[in-house]
């Protein structure tokens, strides 16, 4: 996984370039640059290009040069290790990052304190990307930790089935509390919104897009960055399946597709 998370490190550099714009659209220019590695990687048809072409062409043309260059680039190379990871066996296996406990001895090792916990259900890394390039931009410092939690099928009730074994309730509020306790937190907080916007099922990526209001969630994450250093996690990302459908967004999707996401959940700390 080191490998990958340093391209996401490079990425994250060229997104903070892009700091001064305002978050839909710098986030609407990653995510765009990630499924357009994502598509090509997949071997996608025509059609399906052409509709991720057509919300290109709603970003401002002056951001098309990023977009299809540094960070089209390094997103590729990102995907590709990430992929790498994700499929090189083909019987499933339950890799020791999928493990929560694992989790914690590496967060409580390399993370030490944090002031506050925050868990996005279902944050990708477009959305994780895009608030460390914004965070970045204004001076703070981001880390992106070298580990990730493995979820090996993309549902939060992987990840919360554990916290039974840990004497804990099995929802993600409790993650969120063990993270704050684990971390000597001040306070945590679990947050749906991106979750909820997945569950319409089916959601194409342009109505996923228009759904989703990053600057919201920005500056609720915003108001607490303002004061302390947060960790922000998730339980799952999503997925951006491409078939005779289209293009849409879905999580614990069970097949390969462009961006196979809902496998895994970064690490940002913003100091
Ligand atoms: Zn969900």
């Known amino acids: 996984m080191h490998s990958s998370l340093s391209e996401l490190e490079r990425i994250i550099e060229a997104t ?20 357009k590695a994502g598509l090509s990687l997949f071997n996608a048809t025509d059609d399906q290009k052409a509709e991720l072409e057509s919300l290109i062409k709603t970003i401002p043309p002056t951001f098309k040069g990023l977009l299809e260059g540094k960070l089209y680039l390094n997103a590729l190379k990102f995907l590709r290790s990430i992929n790498l990871s994700l499929w090189k066996t083909k019987k499933p296996i339950i890799p020791e990052e999928a493990n929560i406990h694992f989790i914690l001895n590496f967060l409580r090792k390399n993370v030490g304190k944090v002031g506050g916990i925050i868990v996005l259900d279902c944050a990708s890394v477009p959305e994780m990307v895009a608030m460390a390039g914004k965070f970045a931009h204004t001076s703070r410092n981001v880390v992106v930790y070298s580990m990730i939690f493995a979820n090996p099928i993309g549902t939060t009730k992987f990840l919360t089935e554990q916290l039974t074994y840990l004497g804990r309730e099995s929802t993600l509020k409790y993650y969120a509390q063990l993270l704050k306790e684990e971390l000597k937190a001040a306070f945590s907080i679990k947050k749906s919104s991106i979750d909820l916007i997945v569950h319409k099922y089916g959601v194409s990526i342009s109505d ?18 303002k004061r302390n250093s947060v960790l922000i996690t998730s339980d799952h990302g999503y997925d951006l399946v491409a078939d005779e459908h289209g293009l849409y967004i879905t999580h614990g999707y069970k097949r390969e597709s462009p961006l196979n996401f809902s496998r895994i959940a970064l690490f940002l700390v913003i100091d």
């Not at 001064?20 to 765009?32: D, G």
């Not at 989703?212 to 969630?217: A, D, T, Y």
């Open 16 to 35: 903070s370039s892009l700091g001064s714009l305002p978050i839909n659209i710098l986030y609407k220019i990653v995510f765009c640059s990630f499924a």
């Open 208 to 225: 996923f897009l228009n759904l989703l209001n990053m600057q919201e969630i920005f500056e609720q994450i915003n108001h607490f960055v």
